[in-house]
């Protein structure tokens, strides 16, 4: 069994979820002898699809891509990786291909195979005026003609036939796992004693903005406590100025993440990791806090739950009473941090990365006996 992946998230990211979801997806299936996975790409900086393949070349290394530098980088890498794919697939050298976004661009030079995409979430229906119009549009079009869709939750599964109204036996569910319990820790990291931590990018649906606002005044109350946020770019003018004027800048800090060791080091160290987020088609932090004994607290919404379980406290995310209550016992009384790491290791042991390969091969294997 040939199985195509694509070259478009590795295009795109560098670091991010997808890009590594479909690296631990290959890494897996490379080892089952019925199974051929092959990611069709010429040339990606994704860090995770470098470290599976070895490559540390650049851009300006490859004599075939270096000329076409004057017109873009990222502009280069896309569209000699796509026009790689579509050779690939007119080919038809495969048993089913499965894009690893959502541009259509492949449909016209596919032929009978079967194409399976995978769902992470509705954000750009809920939240369009995020995105730029024409994902959503090229995601409508996919998702309608795919042969079999993967959602990463039920959740995502419930919001996926609500938008457009597919049969629910065309969806299989089949949860992600977290990679981040493999590296070495970053001991080197300087770090306050007491501190809170954000993950991520800050954007309206991840709710940071209220979350601040709902947690100033624990801060104002306890000067050794801070908020340490990990990626997702350093504060923009609009949030220094609310940092400001909630009294608490010294205490909210940003912390670049260059590799997962630092992240890894910024959970373990701790008191807790929240995630106020409006709206999540999987959840992969709460994973990783769990793999790194960091107890979790986070919104009682869409598929947070669903990863959570009975391994977080959860609080309503549109009400600052409701946050500030959960965070502040958390933060102020350790035997309740101590269960929840417990219980974190233990809610951990139902994901694997094998177990989202194994599930994914039989969805192949069902394909191409029908």
Same mark, same amino acid.
């Given at each position: 069994?040939?199985?195509?992946? $694509?070259?478009?998230? +590795?295009?795109? @990211?560098?670091?991010?979820?997808?890009?590594?979801?479909?690296?631990?997806?290959?890494?897996?299936?490379?080892?089952?002898?019925?199974? @051929?996975?092959? !990611?069709?790409?010429?040339?990606?900086?994704?860090?995770?699809?470098?470290?599976? +393949?070895? @490559?540390?070349?650049?851009?300006? $290394? %490859?004599?075939?891509?270096?000329?076409?530098? $004057?017109?873009?980088?990222? &502009?280069?890498?896309?569209? !000699?990786?796509?026009?790689?794919?579509?050779? @690939?697939?007119?080919? *038809?050298?495969? $048993?089913?291909?499965?894009?690893?976004?959502?541009?259509?661009?492949f449909l016209k030079d596919l032929k009978s195979q079967p194409y399976v995409l995978t769902v992470y979430d509705m954000i750009h229906e809920l939240f369009p005026d995020l995105f730029n119009d024409s994902i959503a549009v090229q995601k409508k079009k996919?998702?309608?003609?795919?042969?079999? !869709?993967?959602?990463?939750?039920?959740? &995502?599964?419930?919001?996926?036939?609500?938008?457009?109204?597919?049969?629910?036996?065309?969806?299989?569910?089949?949860?992600?796992? &977290?990679?981040?319990h493999k590296p070495t820790p970053d001991r080197t990291l300087k770090l306050p004693q007491r501190y809170m931590l954000f993950v991520g990018n800050r954007e309206a649906y991840k709710n940071f903005t209220f979350f601040l606002n709902s947690i100033a005044s624990l801060l104002q109350n306890e000067h050794d406590l801070c908020l340490i946020c990990a990626g997702g770019g350093p504060f923009s003018d609009n949030e220094i100025n609310l940092l400001n004027e909630l009294r608490i800048k010294k205490q909210v800090l940003y912390y670049p993440v260059a590799n997962d060791s630092t992240?890894? %080091?910024?959970?373990?160290?701790?008191?807790?990791?929240?995630?106020?987020?409006?709206?999540? *088609?999987? *959840?992969?932090?709460?994973?990783?806090? +769990?793999?790194?004994?960091?107890?979790?607290?986070?919104?009682?919404?869409?598929?947070?739950?669903?990863?959570?379980?009975?391994?977080?406290?959860?609080?309503d995310p549109h009400n600052s009473e409701s946050i500030q209550s959960v965070v502040r016992d958390i933060v102020q009384d350790p035997s309740m941090q101590e269960s929840l790491r417990i219980r974190g290791y233990q809610r951990l042991r139902l994901f694997s990365w094998e177990k989202t390969a194994t599930q994914t091969k039989k969805v192949y294997d069902n394909l191409l006996i029908q």
């Amino acid at each position: 069994m040939k199985i195509l992946y $694509d070259h478009q998230i +590795f295009s795109l @990211q560098k670091y991010g979820g997808i890009s590594r979801y479909f690296c631990e997806l290959y890494a897996h299936l490379i080892t089952i002898d019925t199974v @051929q996975p092959e !990611i069709s790409v010429v040339y990606s900086e994704n860090c995770y699809y470098r470290e599976l +393949f070895h @490559q540390k070349c650049s851009l300006s $290394d %490859q004599k075939s891509l270096g000329k076409y530098l $004057d017109f873009g980088k990222n &502009t280069v890498i896309n569209k !000699i990786n796509e026009y790689h794919c579509k050779k @690939q697939i007119r080919n *038809g050298n495969f $048993d089913i291909v499965h894009p690893t976004y959502y541009d259509p661009y492949f449909l016209k030079d596919l032929k009978s195979q079967p194409y399976v995409l995978t769902v992470y979430d509705m954000i750009h229906e809920l939240f369009p005026d995020l995105f730029n119009d024409s994902i959503a549009v090229q995601k409508k079009k996919v998702i309608e003609c795919a042969t079999k !869709i993967i959602a990463i939750s039920d959740s &995502t599964k419930t919001d996926l036939i609500t938008f457009y109204d597919i049969g629910p036996e065309k969806i299989e569910v089949i949860p992600l796992a &977290t990679s981040l319990h493999k590296p070495t820790p970053d001991r080197t990291l300087k770090l306050p004693q007491r501190y809170m931590l954000f993950v991520g990018n800050r954007e309206a649906y991840k709710n940071f903005t209220f979350f601040l606002n709902s947690i100033a005044s624990l801060l104002q109350n306890e000067h050794d406590l801070c908020l340490i946020c990990a990626g997702g770019g350093p504060f923009s003018d609009n949030e220094i100025n609310l940092l400001n004027e909630l009294r608490i800048k010294k205490q909210v800090l940003y912390y670049p993440v260059a590799n997962d060791s630092t992240l890894s %080091q910024l959970y373990r160290k701790a008191i807790l990791f929240v995630f106020p987020s409006l709206y999540e *088609g999987f *959840g992969i932090p709460v994973l990783e806090a +769990f793999s790194c004994g960091c107890p979790v607290a986070a919104s009682d919404c869409s598929s947070l739950p669903e990863v959570g379980g009975e391994a977080v406290n959860y609080f309503d995310p549109h009400n600052s009473e409701s946050i500030q209550s959960v965070v502040r016992d958390i933060v102020q009384d350790p035997s309740m941090q101590e269960s929840l790491r417990i219980r974190g290791y233990q809610r951990l042991r139902l994901f694997s990365w094998e177990k989202t390969a194994t599930q994914t091969k039989k969805v192949y294997d069902n394909l191409l006996i029908q």
